[in-house]
């Protein structure tokens, strides 16, 4: 499955969307990844999570759990922990710290792939990796399906995404869709 085809799965699933949009990290953009409006469908996650764990199988990179961040990162997740043959636990933000809660925890040493459905600024993915660190797990990669930034965020792992795009976002006070009279939307879950 190449980026055409990532892109356009996403075109079909209306989850890719333009207009004016507040990210969950407070940044503005014209364009929006909805991917719940994919994994809604479990025969496409579960064929794009196959595509994710390709490349982690083709890098020779050893798994033994997958941990992703509620909401966007659980189902994507879960399915990549089927895909490796391997657990998918989430973590959950407590207090606004992220977390394992119900009864999860991570082995000393276990090596871990960070699993994500969007990456924009890194910060929950980071929040995720930062969380592994006090159970003393070695994160191995990060994967989304998508990047938005094109790669330049850098985690210091090896990182897999199955779209790769660098859109534009800006603080609120730099938008230039703000600064034309707009007012951004907010579609995904974390208000």
Known sequence: ??????????????????GHFK????????TYFQSALI???PAETEKLAKELA?????????????VSPAMGGVIIGHEMGRALGTRAVFTERVDGAVTLRRGFSIEKGEKVVVVEDVITTGLSTQEVIDALKKYEA???????????????????????????????????EECPMCKDGGTAIKPGSRK
């Open 54 to 66: 390709k490349k982690i199988k083709e890098s020779n990179i050893k798994v033994d759990a997958v």
């Open 138 to 172: 070695d994160v191995v990669a990060v994967v989304s399906l998508v990047d938005r930034s094109a790669g330049k965020v850098d985690f210091g792992v090896p990182r897999f995404s199955l779209l790769s795009l660098d859109v534009k976002s800006y603080k609120e």
């Open 1 to 18: 499955m190449d980026q055409n085809e990532v892109k356009e799965l996403f075109k079909k699933n209306n989850a890719l969307l333009n």
């Open 23 to 30: 990210l969950s990290s407070g940044l503005h953009s014209d």
């Open 39 to 41: 994994i809604q469908h």
